[in-house]
């Protein structure tokens, strides 16, 4: 069954070099954030890099664009630990 962070299934549709466990356990924006290639869920729709209705998101400035952090990780993480970051890694626009 999937919990609120969409893990306990697998979100590949096609392909993927990550092991079933695995899948199971990471984050569905962690898994979308992979490049199709190793981990195809490019069918599911939610791996276009729209933002719109999707909880997945990223809090650095210019759509994550200011961040060292893959994009990946960036819409897997909880928002409380983007902001922690520095925004010298990872910019939120936030005073610190």
Not at 63 to 73: F, M, Q, R, Y
């Amino acid at each position: 069954m999937q919990n609120e962070h969409g893990q306990g299934v697998s979100h590949a549709t096609g392909d993927s070099v990550v092991p079933q466990k695995v899948q199971e356990k990471v984050p569905q924006g962690l898994e979308e954030g992979l490049p199709d290639k190793l981990h195809d869920t490019s069918a599911t729709g939610t791996n276009s890099g729209s933002s719109t209705g999707d909880k997945h998101t990223t809090h650095a400035l210019d759509g994550g664009a200011a961040s060292k952090v893959p994009l990946g990780i960036q819409k897997a993480v909880p928002e409380k630990l983007e902001r922690a970051l520095p925004n010298a890694i990872h910019d939120t626009g936030d005073k610190k």
